[in-house]
């Protein structure tokens, strides 16, 4: 919670921020489920944002990009008060690989989203 209000400090401050590498989705077709390896989805993408391993032990790969701009009524006296806001724009893909390596499941989101602050948010 700390470095989300960090982050968010700093977007009021700077007007823009952004994490991650934007997903390329003609490369993300690429990757065919019982096929693809670690390696060549790495030579595709790059390195995940986060990996993870599974109860069941398999192993989650997480890509993330994440865009954040202040609205321009933030920049005005008094205004952003009470009506203030960051319109986001976020990425996720996540791929399951199987016990060999190989991509078992993908998963890809985008979504647009404004986040409101202020008093009458």
């Not at 934007?22 to 993408?45: A, F, H, P, W, Y």
């Not at 933030?74 to 009470?82: C, E, G, Q, T």
């Amino acid at each position: 919670m700390k470095k989300l209000s960090s982050l968010v400090c700093l977007l009021l401050l700077t007007g823009c921020m952004s994490m991650g590498q934007r997903i390329d989705v003609n490369k993300m077709d690429q990757i065919k489920e019982g096929v693809t390896t670690q390696e060549e989805v790495v030579s595709l993408l790059g390195n995940p944002y986060g990996k993870h391993v599974t109860d069941n032990g398999q192993e989650k790969w997480d890509y993330v990009f994440l865009r954040s701009q202040s609205q321009a009524k933030n920049f005005i006296p008094f205004v952003a008060l009470f009506s203030g806001g960051v319109d986001q724009e976020k990425e996720t893909l996540q791929i399951l690989f199987d016990k060999d390596g190989r991509a078992a499941k993908k998963s890809y989101n985008k979504s647009n989203d404004e986040i409101k602050m202020g008093i009458f948010s």
